[in-house]
Antibody
Framework: EVQLVESGGGLVQPGGSLRLSCAASGFTLSSYWMHWVRQAPGKGLVWVSHINTEGSTTSYADSVKGRFTISRDSAKNTLYLQMNSLRAEDTAVYYC????????????WGQGTLVTVSS | QSALTQPASVSGSPGQSITISCTGTSSDVGGYKYVSWYQQYPGKAPKLIIYEVTNRPSGVSNRFSGSKSGNTASLTISGLQAEDEADYYCSSYRTSSTWVFGGGTKLTVL
């Protein structure tokens, strides 16, 4: 069974840093493109970042470019999102999601982890 | 990076059909076949219900269907059921290896 489990969320002060993890099971993470998507409280889904199978290509939403870094550890079958210079508007539930093979869609999602940026 | 445009809410009675639109540009919806739709219940993770404009993943009811014309994609739910009451989001691949979601549509089953 495909499973994605996010962790690492919590309360952080503005300007602080946090690293989110997404542990994958039931499939090999390095064989799939992966994404991070966030959802502010009561708001819609917003795409954040993507990484390809080799980890050689990454992309980011303009709102996080230069502050967030996506990466993966094949040995641990885990996806990461390093978040620096956090702002109040980064407050959201962060989901990791798997991209489908041969298609471009998010076919499996984790349960999400809440990041709250507040003083 | 502006979001795709969806109606904030739609409603319908059980048994009826409803359609949710998703309008983008030639750089996303109109330029690629990679439009997908997601269903989300409150407090839950989104679930893929349509991919590549018209395709349903295994296990998704055939009451859900997708289409596209120009820069606008649509999700149609036929034979509306109470369990369909949820939020629905469209998404599209966009130029330069980025993705974009719609603002979401709240479906109310009357």
């Amino acid at each position: 069974e495909v499973q994605l489990v996010e962790s690492g969320g919590g309360l952080v002060q503005p300007g602080g840093s946090l690293r989110l993890s997404c542990a994958a099971s039931g499939f090999t993470l390095s064989s799939y493109w992966m994404h991070w998507v966030r959802q502010a409280p009561g708001k819609g889904l917003v795409w954040v970042s993507h990484i390809n199978t080799e980890g050689s290509t990454t992309s980011y939403a303009d709102s996080v470019k230069g502050r967030f870094t996506i990466s993966r550890d094949s040995a641990k079958n885990t996806l990461y999102l390093q978040m620096n210079s956090l702002r109040a508007e980064d407050t959201a539930v962060y989901y990791c999601a798997r991209d489908g093979v041969g298609t471009i869609d998010l076919d499996s999602w984790g349960q999400g982890t809440l990041v709250t940026v507040s003083s | 990076q502006s979001a795709l445009t969806q109606p904030a809410s739609v409603s319908g009675s059980p048994g009826q059909s409803i359609t949710i639109s998703c309008t983008g540009t030639s750089s996303d919806v109109g330029g690629y076949k990679y439009v997908s739709w997601y269903q989300q219940y409150p407090g839950k993770a989104p679930k893929l219900i349509i991919y590549e404009v018209t395709n349903r993943p295994s296990g998704v009811s055939n009451r859900f269907s997708g289409s596209k014309s120009g820069n606008t994609a649509s999700l149609t739910i036929s034979g509306l059921q109470a369990e369909d009451e949820a939020d629905y989001y469209c998404s599209s691949y966009r130029t330069s290896s980025t993705w974009v979601f719609g603002g979401g549509t709240k479906l109310t089953v009357l």
